[in-house]
């Protein structure tokens, strides 16, 4: 029951990453980019948490959280790039 949440919360991650990126398409407004880029990055995080918990035999717990962090690496570069 647990990895379907998990899926779904991959699955949600994947879709406001979408829903950013497409809408920084149309209006170049740079904060959109960022946020995009940071849910690319949790919905790659949020895929290896399912890959984790399902498969037993691997551990994927650093590589989650790295890319968590990379994710949110980017969000605060680009609040602090836009906020000048």
């Known amino acids: ?3 379907i949440v998990y899926a ?6 994947l879709l406001c990453a979408w829903m950013l990126l497409r809408h920084y398409r149309r209006s170049r407004y740079r904060l959109l980019l960022w946020s995009g880029l940071c849910f690319v990055f949790l919905t790659i995080s949020n895929v290896m948490l399912v890959l ?4 037993p035999t691997i551990d994927l717990s650093s590589w989650r959280m790295s890319t968590a962090f990379v ?14």
């Open 1 to 3: 029951m647990a990895e």
């Open 71 to 84: 994710g949110m690496l980017i969000l605060i570069y680009g609040l602090i790039n836009d906020a000048e």
């Open 8 to 13: 779904f919360c991959a699955l949600t991650a």
């Open 52 to 55: 984790d918990k399902t498969t």
